[in-house]
């Protein structure tokens, strides 16, 4: 079962009846119940109704969706984007745009399901290279193919906080004339000058040209997008059946809370900042408090702990101490690789992040772990 929030998503929450701080979300910047985009929100309820009843390409393209596009394509300084529902149905229907039978995907063995399922609509051969191991891709990338090469990875891990290593993927991209996709849902409003994702972080962005993204993270809102050349949109735009075949588009009400985060994380980068400060803070203590923190080099914090039930029994401690970090275990990792997955945003306070590492200490003790 899972557990249920009782009022707005939050640094604090209200989550089955108690009061917690909450380090499971998603919600980087602490956007999710900013009073400008819970504004702009209803004020496009008023304009636009609720609901679109319609595909974007028959009869529910608003236009808050098109000045939304508009002001994402100018943050991910590309021509255009695409907005979808959610970053699942961006990456269903696009992966299948750039490739199929006969022609060959390289993935990443960690990248999100999203990007597994949509590999597998595409029809095209799948290899799996080892998780950020370019000997590993380099390897399978000289096997002979016939057809079209794409590489594909996340930018940020979700599990793991680790980013993929971006500059070495393009060299091979550009030496083995592949396309190389990036998805950074957990790059966007996180990584590089003023959130700009994690292609930027890099200083890439002559050099990747595709990218998938999310709006249901660090903008606070909802939806997908992705993100390219005029001539890549104009080719999903029409074939991507994830989108030309769903009467529920993102919703008016979502794209303007949406566009509101753009517009002020796009004018302003303290958010950002903040962010990084308590990531920072926050990692430092869970280091010096000897814990296994894996790879990360973000604000997605695992503590690997090993065990299924100790990752489950460690997440119930602190919930009762009044934190909640959520407890991962097979098949969401690896065996033997279970974790508690900290999620440090932007709306913490320092007191908010010591309690939450003193809770982390006492529960690592209980267990155990220290």
């Known amino acids: 079962m899972y557990r249920t929030l009782y009022g707005p998503q939050g640094g604090h929450i209200n989550l089955d009846g108690r009061n917690v701080i909450n380090m499971a979300s998603n919600n980087y910047l602490g956007l999710a119940n900013h009073p400008a985009l819970v504004a702009a929100a209803k004020e496009a309820i008023d304009q636009f109704g609720v609901g679109p009843c319609a595909s974007r390409n028959i009869v529910g393209n608003f236009t808050v969706h098109d000045e939304l596009e508009e002001k994402l394509a100018k943050f991910k300084d590309v021509e255009a984007t695409l907005v979808f529902n959610c970053g699942v149905s961006a990456n269903s229907g696009v992966i299948p745009c750039l490739v199929g039978k006969g022609d060959t995907i390289y993935s990443d063995e960690l990248n999100h399901g999203s990007i597994i399922d949509g590999c597998r609509l595409s029809r095209a051969e799948i290899k799996v290279f080892k998780h950020m191991d370019m000997d590993s891709l380099e390897t399978k990338l000289k096997e002979p193919v016939t057809g079209k090469r794409l590489i594909i990875t996340d930018g940020v891990f979700s599990m793991d906080g680790d980013l993929a290593p971006l500059p070495d993927m393009a060299d091979l991209a550009d030496k083995y004339d592949a396309t190389l996709v990036v998805d950074d849902a957990h790059g966007d409003g996180v990584m590089g000058p003023y959130g700009k994702g994690t292609v930027e972080h890099f200083g890439l962005r002559d050099r990747i040209h595709i990218e998938t993204g999310s709006l249901s993270k660090a903008f606070g809102a909802a939806g997908g997008f992705v993100a390219g050349s005029r001539e890549l949109i104009d080719k999903i735009r029409p074939q991507a059946r994830s989108f030309i075949f769903t009467a529920s588009p993102l919703a008016p009400c979502l794209t303007a809370a949406a566009l509101k985060a753009v517009e002020m994380v796009s004018a302003d980068d303290s958010l950002v900042k903040k962010l990084w400060e308590n990531r920072e803070y926050f990692a430092a203590r869970?280091?010096?408090?000897?814990?296994?923190?894996?790879?990360?080099?973000?604000?997605?914090?695992?503590?690997?702990?090993?065990?299924?039930?100790?990752?489950?029994?460690m997440s119930q401690s602190l919930y009762e101490k009044g934190i909640y970090a959520q407890g991962l275990q097979f098949p969401v990792v690896p065996r033997g690789a279970a974790r508690l997955r900290v999620m440090v945003s932007a709306a913490h306070?320092?007191?908010?992040?010591?309690?939450?590492?003193d809770a982390i200490e006492a529960s690592a003790k209980e267990l155990g772990l220290l």
């Open 286 to 313: 869970m280091q010096k408090l000897g814990l296994n923190i894996g790879s990360t080099v973000t604000p997605v914090i695992p503590v690997i702990v090993g065990e299924g039930e100790k990752a489950q029994q």
């Open 349 to 357: 306070t320092k007191e908010d992040l010591d309690r939450a590492a």
